[in-house]
Nanobody, 123 residues
Framework: QVQLVESGGDLVQAGGSLRLSCVASGRTFSSYNMGWLRQAPGKEREFVAGIGWSGSTAYADSVKGRFTISRDNAKNTLYLQMNSLKSEDTGVYYC?????????????????WGQGTQVTVSS
């Protein structure tokens, strides 16, 4: 089992940047395929970015070129660098983990979840 704790959410103006962090504890972090997902008010949770245990990455079309996902296995930490933020990026951002079958863009495929961190982008 793995426990996930996100941080870094904040209120930021459109065009600004934020870096989210997710610290993992429990079983070997490096073995997990990790993802960032978000949920806006009144909308379903959606995939934002993922990184596999091998370092491969995947992004939602809406964030390509603006967001970068990375991981530091020595620190058991997952990151999401968010640049050129837009109002539509507003939502609760969740860190999630799954052990098998690589990166998934489907929220229900993730086994472990953090509590979420709020990102609000003002226009």
């Amino acid at each position: 089992q793995v426990q996930l704790v996100e941080s870094g959410g904040d209120l930021v103006q459109a065009g600004g940047s934020l870096r989210l962090s997710c610290v993992a504890s429990g079983r070997t972090f490096s073995s997990y395929n990790m993802g960032w997902l978000r949920q806006a008010p009144g909308k379903e949770r959606e995939f934002v970015a993922g990184i596999g245990w091998s370092g491969s990455t995947a992004y939602a079309d809406s964030v390509k070129g603006r967001f970068t996902i990375s991981r530091d296995n020595a620190k058991n930490t997952l990151y999401l660098q968010m640049n050129s933020l837009k109002s539509e990026d507003t939502g609760v951002y969740y860190c999630a983990a799954r052990l098998f079958r690589g990166i998934s863009t489907v929220p229900k495929d993730y086994t472990y979840w953090g509590q979420g961190t709020q990102v609000t982008v003002s226009s």
